[in-house]
């Protein structure tokens, strides 16, 4: 049976579609030309993987599709619901207690949106956070994507 004829079942397709929807959200982010057609479609992607996740996966799978969703609106300068889902993704990742990577990215995903709405001490704060944090991860793969991705624009002038 190919891939087009299998039947799912709806776990099976709600983690098919978060997995799909989040790999076309960073097809877009890493396009240096998008259209605003894209911008949109990306948005309106990150929010249909978080809420197929949301179905299915874990609070882990919760705080990284509320960080996705902040990542996009920080990268398009859209301040409110980047923060908005920053702090989402912060508060699950406290309340679950969660440390290591997923700490760093909720530190990440509130300084870029602090920066992207011109709050400078507040987003230096959290980077430094971020930064911090990011030593802590035990994984060296984890570690060099987590570096990666906070040394990528846009910072906003922090």
């Known amino acids: 049976m190919s891939e087009e004829q299998k039947k799912y079942t ?14 076309l959200v960073w ?7 998008r259209t605003p057609e894209e911008d949109e479609k990306m948005i309106k992607a990150a929010y ?6 949301g179905e299915v996966g874990t609070a882990v799978n919760q705080a990284r599709g509320e960080w996705m969703i902040s990542h996009v609106f920080a990268v398009l300068n859209q301040v409110a619901p980047a923060l908005h889902h920053a702090q989402r993704t912060l508060t699950i990742t406290q309340d679950n207690d969660f440390k290591d990577f997923e700490l760093a990215y909720a530190y ?25 944090q990011g030593t ?14 906070l040394a990528a624009e846009p910072w906003y002038g922090i």
């Open 10 to 23: 709806e776990q099976e397709a709600h983690k098919y579609f978060g997995v799909s929807l989040n790999n």
């Open 27 to 33: 097809q877009l982010l890493e396009k240096t030309d």
């Open 108 to 132: 990440e995903a509130m300084a870029r949106a602090l920066a992207a709405g011109g709050d400078k001490t507040e987003a230096q704060h959290y980077f430094n956070l971020a930064e911090r």
């Open 48 to 53: 249909a993987s978080c809420y197929h996740w």
């Open 136 to 149: 802590t991860i035990k994984n060296d793969e984890d570690r060099r994507i987590f570096e990666n991705d």
